[in-house]
């Protein structure tokens, strides 16, 4: 009896985790095809690329970019070509964005094994891509990265995330009933891509340490034990078998420094703070665009001692992440650190805060400030 292909595709096992995995090498054509389909991303790509030309005639641009991206991608079929796409984009963002990206700790990863990078959270994109660029450039295998369903409101973006090994976190989840759901559809992918061999990366607490405190959100664990907990393992065991990799990510300049000032102002003036529709856009290309002087990734030993509560692993993640975070003559001199700094280090810091609103620099110097801090609390 010949089966069909209908009859084959049916008797398939049904994927738990195709709302929120990352796609799979067969179906990245096609979403390639539906990329350079999309108006938006045409229009998007107009403005950025040819921003007073596209005010005028993003009719005639967009089909010139269509063909360009065809002519682009037409090799791209599987995801490491992506990969191998993002790695280009990667090297000509590092020489004309920073002063350089220095890496620590990557000689204490195995080739083979899978890790739970829980990383401190400054950069909506490029705080992930760094850590794949040091994996990448080692010959190690890339991470998927946790990513809020608040940043794929617009379709290109939920395909362009999933292409480059994104997962969602469903963020707007309503009710307990659902967010208990989404958190252990989250927890047990972690957990499945982890026993195939996937490293994760995710950020250690939900949105970005706006004010350079770097904290791990003990609700995190807890949800990489929803599925440990349905194995009836206890806490520390299941937390032991992540394999975690606290990781430290500095930035000597923050591209998104004033508009993270100017957040955190409001907030402590209204009590409140809102978003706009297009803000986590614009905080994405103001990152990848952005100034960033030197960035150092930091990789922390995997945490191999036994925690018994969230709270004490949190407190422990935190404690890697402060102490191995590297400082850089901007976060010294907020702090009030000048000794052994060069003038035009000085002059270079002060002349960032100079340029932003007299009402946003106190703050913004106290968020460069602040891992200092950290860092004599951690010693």
């Known amino acids: ?50 921003p007073r030309l596209s005010r005028y ?14 002519k682009r991608w037409a090799q791209v079929r599987t995801v490491r070509d992506v990969q191998n796409e993002v790695a280009h984009f990667m090297e000509q963002m590092i020489a004309s964005t920073t002063q350089g990206v220095t890496y620590s700790g990557l000689e204490q990863l195995e080739s083979g094994k899978s890790y739970l990078f829980i990383s401190n959270h400054r950069d ?16 190690l295998e890339t991470v998927r990265i946790a990513i809020g369903d608040n940043l794929l409101r ?25 967010m208990m759901k989404a958190f252990s559809e989250l927890s047990a992918y972690i957990a499945h891509s982890l026993a195939e061999g996937s490293s994760i990366w995710i950020a250690q607490k939900e949105g970005r340490a706006k004010d350079g405190d770097d904290r791990t959100d003990p ?71 952005g100034f960033k002087g030197r960035v150092h990734v930091s990789l922390g030993a995997p945490i191999q001692a036994p925690y018994d509560t969230p709270e004490a692993l949190a407190a422990a993640i935190d404690q890697a992440i402060h102490s191995q975070y590297r400082l850089f003559p901007s976060n010294l ?22 340029h932003m609103p007299a009402e946003l620099q106190e703050t913004a110097r106290a968020m460069y400030a602040r891992p200092v801090l950290n860092q004599q609390s951690a010693t």
Request: some cysteine; hydrophobic content about 45%; glycine content about 6%.
């Open 154 to 178: 617009k379709p290109c973006a939920t395909e362009l995330m999933r292409l480059n090994k994104s997962f969602i976190v469903k963020r707007s989840a309503k009710g307990p009933r659902e």
């Open 124 to 139: 909506i994109a490029m705080d992930p891509a760094f850590v794949n660029w040091g994996l990448y450039k080692c010959g």
């Open 1 to 50: 009896m010949i089966k069909t292909q209908a009859m084959t595709e049916a008797l398939k096992p049904a994927d738990p985790f195709a709302d929120i995995r990352p796609y799979h090498d067969d179906e990245v054509p096609a979403a390639l095809e539906r990329l350079i389909n999309d108006d938006e991303l045409l229009a998007a790509i107009a403005h950025f690329r040819f």
């Open 57 to 70: 005639v993003s009719g005639l641009l967009k089909p010139l970019i269509r063909r360009a991206l065809h």
């Open 333 to 354: 001199l907020a702090a009030g650190q000048g000794a052994g700094i060069s003038e035009a280090e000085r002059q270079q810091f002060l002349e960032r805060l100079a």
């Open 219 to 289: 609700a995190i664990l807890k949800m990489f034990y929803m599925a440990g907990k349905q194995q009836k393992m206890a806490f520390a065991d299941y937390m032991q078998r992540l394999n975690i990799v606290p990781v430290a990510i500095s930035y000597e300049f923050d591209p998104g420094d004033e508009a993270k000032a100017r957040e955190l102002v409001e907030r402590a003036q209204s009590g409140s703070y809102e978003k706009g529709e297009f803000e986590d856009i614009d905080s994405i290309v103001a990152g990848i665009v």
